[in-house]
């Protein structure tokens, strides 16, 4: 017998977005729904009062449509992992295999408060290293578009005068003259080509062979090449960690952490020592074979293997990869920032150069 009736949305709850760009989930919205939930559970909640609760607090628009989507299914009958298959764009499919073995495991609680462990982690990082980035980035775009500025608009209502004496110039004007001059007129199309070519390269790198050649490039760089490697092993270790603590079998791991890494190489390189540990070898000599991890890593994985404390021992390594990482960002933009004003400085300077040499040579002729 019903106790109650009330309207829900579902008209809203079955239409798709209509903008994809801003229906994107944030992944510091999912941390804070994976805890939420891991919370709810654990005090004995049932799912679907828990989905509703966090249907209503939800503050953001296609969070709270996808939620109320999953309950629907789940009111139906369906398993929580099947429901967050329709949403592979907000839900990765490491955590829906979480999800699934939670559920098998009647741990479903605990696979929830890992996980919530893990992206928190994850944007934490994520957050420190955007933070780290910031600056140099936005010293960059505005030296870049003040010198496109100065080249443009300023530099030839002053090298006009020059020209208008018709003496000879030295060759660091002419060049700063023609250089203005088709910036002054082409400037519309420079800035066509710039977004055609920023295009062109996004999909370009985004095919197979475009994305192999950028992941060798990040591999091979003197000054980044350590920094990606220990942010890319860091972020399957600490992956690999809590699909094992979530109760995932060591090969369904492994397939689901192939591609958390960020880098096509390591994700074949672990689809091989994946195929190696299926035939009978131990983990530590299957990942040392492809010469990309670290040898640190390699003696704390054997490590773990043999006392049985795999997913601990991952986190360790994660953890001091990241503190490494971290360092070596610090380090990097050190070096980044006087970098860029040296080169900004030669930028103003040769401008400058340029227009002061012709008056010099006009002060010593009319001398």
Not at 281 to 295: C, Y
Request: aromatic share 8%; glycine share 8%.
């Amino acid at each position: 017998y019903p106790t109650g009736i009330r309207e829900e949305s579902a008209a809203l709850a079955q239409r798709a977005p209509a903008f994809r760009l801003f229906s994107r989930v944030r992944a510091k919205d999912l941390a804070q729904v994976f805890r939420q939930m891991a919370t709810l559970l654990e005090a004995g909640i049932p799912l679907v009062s828990c989905l509703s609760a966090l249907i209503d607090q939800s503050a953001h628009s296609p969070l709270r449509t996808t939620l109320t989507q999953i309950r629907e299914r789940v009111r139906e009958g369906s398993s929580l992992a099947d429901a967050l298959t329709d949403h592979p764009r907000t839900f990765s499919g490491l955590f829906v295999g979480l999800v699934r073995a939670g559920e098998v495991s009647g741990t479903l609680a605990l696979t929830l408060s890992r996980w919530a462990d893990f992206s928190e982690h994850r944007v934490a990082l994520r957050q420190r290293i955007r933070a780290a980035l910031t600056y140099p980035a936005f010293m960059f775009v505005i030296g870049l578009g003040v010198l496109f500025f100065l080249l443009a608009f300023v530099v030839p209502t002053v090298t006009k005068i020059f020209s208008d004496f018709g003496q000879s110039l030295p060759w660091p004007t002419l060049i700063l003259i023609a250089v203005s001059d088709f910036l002054n007129r082409f400037w519309w199309a420079v800035g066509a080509v710039v977004i055609l070519l920023v295009f062109w390269l996004r999909k370009y790198l985004r095919s197979e062979s475009g994305g192999l050649l950028w992941d060798r490039l990040k591999l091979r760089l003197p000054l980044v090449r350590e920094l990606h490697r220990r942010l890319a092993v860091s972020r399957w270790a600490r992956t690999l960690a809590a699909l094992l603590s979530g109760g995932l079998p060591l090969l369904q791991a492994l397939e689901f952490s192939q591609d958390v890494a960020g880098n096509r190489l390591f994700s074949r390189a672990l689809g091989e020592a994946k195929e190696r540990i299926r035939e009978g070898e131990e983990m530590a000599p299957s990942l040392k074979a492809s010469g990309l991890f670290p040898s640190v890593v390699m003696e704390m994985v054997a490590v773990g293997e043999k006392s049985g404390v795999l997913a601990p021992m991952l986190e360790k390594v994660a953890s001091s990869l990241e503190n490494e990482a971290e360092g070596d960002l610090r380090g990097l933009i050190a070096l980044v920032e006087p970098l860029m004003i040296l080169v900004m400085g030669v930028g103003v300077g040769f401008v400058a150069l340029a227009v002061l040499l012709p008056i010099l040579e006009m002060s010593q002729v009319i001398r």
